[in-house]
């Protein structure tokens, strides 16, 4: 509730955890092309593998599903995964994107200023060492879901192009370090970027979005109110 994270660290058991990576690991070896690295960025890496059964089981045998309900009771099914690998510089010869502080689905750079694709929790696997600051992890700024709803509400409008306000955008965020099986639960207006990976190896995390059953139909209400889809917090809250 302060925060808008949590970690438990080393949840996912780790014959999921390895199953998945190496999967990953077999599609990064022989499998991506480095032009698409971009792409990649913006979307997922590994697109064919967002329906494989080793990567759903990260979500939906280890346990992570009743974290999830545990603080939202409603959910539509998760029914596909994002990668994101962080590349190292020394390794494909092209600069990553950097992400700018943002929030998921609103003002993105690729979609539609009034276009919409917001969720209501992310989830994050953590599948590799992230041991340093410099090796891409993804910062979040503690704190951060309070104020961008405030500042949905009161100054933000639909087709803005501006993902987060100046204050946030200055910030360099928190960075998320583990080891594979940490699981990362963030609210969806918890404001985030990630930066290069100067370390030598990938950093890759699977992702799932979690959306409240009525997602669809409060898009506009859920930025402005932190608590509208989060049911065992809200009574213990009061929000304007």
């Known amino acids: 509730m302060r925060d808008g994270a949590v970690v438990r660290r080393g949840f996912v058991p780790a014959h999921l955890v390895d199953r998945a990576r190496s999967m990953v690991d077999a599609w990064y070896r022989a499998e991506m092309e480095p ?19 080793d990567l759903h089981a990260l979500f939906h045998e280890s346990g992570v599903a009743n974290l999830v309900t545990s603080l939202v009771d409603d959910v539509q099914p ?67 879901h309070l104020r961008m709803a405030e500042w949905f509400r009161t100054e933000w409008s639909l087709g803005l192009t501006d993902q987060v306000p100046p204050q946030i955008d200055a910030e360099h965020g928190t960075p998320l370090l583990g080891m594979p099986g940490d699981v990362l639960l963030m609210h969806h207006l918890v404001p985030h970027t990630v930066g290069h990976n100067t370390s030598a190896v990938p950093r890759i995390m699977a992702y799932f979005r979690v959306s409240h059953a009525t997602h669809a139909r409060q898009r506009l209400q859920a930025l402005r109110d932190p608590w509208l889809e989060y049911t065992g917090l809200r009574s213990t809250v009061v929000w304007p």
Not at 44 to 49: C, D, G, K, Q
Not at 95 to 104: N, R
Not at 109 to 132: A, C, Q, Y
């Open 35 to 53: 032009a698409l690295i971009g792409s990649y960025t913006q979307r997922t890496f590994a697109p064919e593998l967002a329906d494989h059964h």
């Open 78 to 144: 998760v029914t596909t995964a994002q990668i994101q690998i962080r590349v190292p510089e020394s390794d494909a010869g092209i600069v990553q994107p950097e992400k700018a502080m943002h929030v998921d689905g609103v003002a993105c750079p690729h979609l539609d200023p009034d276009e919409l694709r917001t969720f209501t929790l992310l989830v994050g696997v953590v599948l590799s060492d992230i041991t340093e600051p410099h090796a891409g992890p993804l910062r979040n700024v503690p704190g951060g």
